[in-house]
């Protein structure tokens, strides 16, 4: 069986790319703020209670959960309504990019 393929090659305006630019960077700003939570809650957890480093702590309550996708897309609801930058995307987009992030 032969299966046909066809490949399409997008050229579009400058509106369409400067709305393109701005999805990719609240995506890149987003996806590296879930991201450095995430280091960090991990990060404060990895040293004894009797060996810590003198360098640099994380300071972060222990009972503080992980901030997996739940709390996070939670955390991403609350935030636009502070930042009106965080608007200008669609939130499937921004909460599929943290299902990425999750998995």
């Known amino acids: 069986m032969l299966t046909l393929t066809y490949e399409y090659k997008l050229i579009p305006n400058e509106k369409q790319i400067e709305v393109i630019e701005n999805?990719?960077?609240?995506?890149?700003?987003?996806w590296n703020y879930a991201l450095r939570e995430r280091?960090?809650?991990i990060n404060?957890?990895?040293c004894s209670v009797n060996a810590c480093s003198l360098e640099k702590e994380y300071i972060i309550p222990v009972d503080?959960?992980?901030?997996?996708?739940?709390?996070?897309?939670k955390q991403l609801?609350?935030?636009k309504k502070t930042n009106p930058w965080l608007k200008s995307v669609n939130?499937?987009?921004?909460?599929?990019m943290l299902k990425r992030l999750d998995k």
Do not use: G, M
């Open 39 to 41: 280091k960090d809650w």
């Open 77 to 79: 609801t609350e935030a």
């Open 23 to 30: 999805t990719l960077r609240v995506c890149r700003s987003v």
């Open 64 to 73: 503080k959960p992980f901030p997996n996708y739940n709390i996070q897309a």
């Open 44 to 46: 404060s957890r990895k």
């Open 91 to 96: 939130a499937q987009v921004l909460q599929q």
